[in-house]
Nanobody
Framework: QVQLVESGGGLVQAGGSLRLSCAAS????????VGWFRQAAGKEREVVAR????????RYADFVKGRFTISRDNAQNTVSLQMNSLKPEDTAVYYCAAGTVLIGPYDYWGQGTQVTVSS
């Protein structure tokens, strides 16, 4: 099993940036596909970005393309989400998750980190 802990959330003004980090313990994160998901209040959880384990192939939701970047640091056993040009509608709890394949299902989840973007 792998345990995941997110960090880096906070309050930022619209147009600003945040970098979220997903730290893993228990197993090397490089052996998993990793995804970032988010859930805003009153809404369903949605996928934001994913990165494959084999070739670092990435996928992004249309609403973050060009603004967010997912990346791995295998030495640190982390996956990060660089978020630029943040908008108030990006406000949500962000979760990282790990699974066997990019398309899911994702079996292991972190506890989430709150991102709030003020207008």
């Amino acid at each position: 099993q792998v345990q995941l802990v997110e960090s880096g959330g906070g309050l930022v003004q619209a147009g600003g940036s945040l970098r979220l980090s997903c730290a893993a313990s228990g197993r090397p994160l490089r052996t998993y596909a990793v995804g970032w998901f988010r859930q805003a209040a009153g809404k369903e959880r949605e996928v934001v970005a994913r990165i494959n384990w084999a070739n670092d192939n990435t996928r992004y939701a249309d609403f973050v393309k060009g603004r967010f970047t997912i990346s791995r640091d295998n030495a640190q056993n982390t996956v990060s989400l660089q978020m630029n040009s943040l908008k108030p509608e990006d406000t949500a709890v962000y979760y990282c998750a790990a699974g066997t394949v990019l398309i899911g299902p994702y079996d292991y989840w972190g506890q989430g980190t709150q991102v709030t973007v003020s207008s």
